[in-house]
């Protein structure tokens, strides 16, 4: 991070917000042309600080009313298994976000599907069916406290 510069930066910060910016308001927030706005957007993804730029999607507006987190353990953390398991849970479409952790539980996934029936088929056909599985827990959320893309620098 220490590479960027001030502009950079607050560039980043404005993006993240939102990536669907005016480039008047851009070019007087920042003190910068057009072009250099444009330059610095393109160095950045260049550069892997910008990865993607996406709609923020209400689940429940397309029908997807359940969001379940999940933790699972493995039966061993031999490295094979473990990239066993990573490749099939990233070919889950339920699964919106999985992390690999150090601790209780070898994973934790959040699957979001449209009911409770939908997560007990994606467990009974899914998720269980990947070898080497030794618990799986599931917490259902019954509300959102905090959902954020924003990453504070």
């Known amino acids: 991070m220490d590479t960027l510069g001030k502009q950079e930066l607050e560039l980043l910060r404005i ?22 706005i444009y330059d610095k957007i393109k160095k950045l993804e260049s550069e892997g600080y910008i ?9 429940k507006k397309v029908g997807l009313n ?19 398991f990573s ?3 990233a070919t889950l479409d339920e699964v ?12 934790i996934l959040k699957v979001v599907v449209q009911s409770p029936e939908a997560f007990s088929e994606f467990i009974a056909t899914k998720l269980s ?21 924003e990453l504070h620098f």
Request: aromatic share 10%; proline share 2%; charged share 20%.
């Open 15 to 36: 993006l993240q917000k939102s990536s669907r910016f005016d480039i008047t308001d851009l070019t007087e927030r920042l003190n910068m042309s057009r072009t250099s």
């Open 51 to 59: 990865t993607n730029y996406v709609a923020l999607i209400d689940p």
């Open 66 to 84: 359940f969001t379940v987190i999940i933790t699972v353990s493995l039966n061993s953390q031999q490295i094979e298994y473990v990239e066993e």
């Open 87 to 89: 490749k099939k849970i």
């Open 96 to 107: 919106v976000e999985a992390y690999v952790t150090g601790g209780i539980f070898d994973y």
């Open 129 to 149: 069916v990947i070898p080497n599985i030794s618990k799986i827990k599931s917490s259902f959320v019954m509300s959102h406290i905090k959902q954020s893309t």
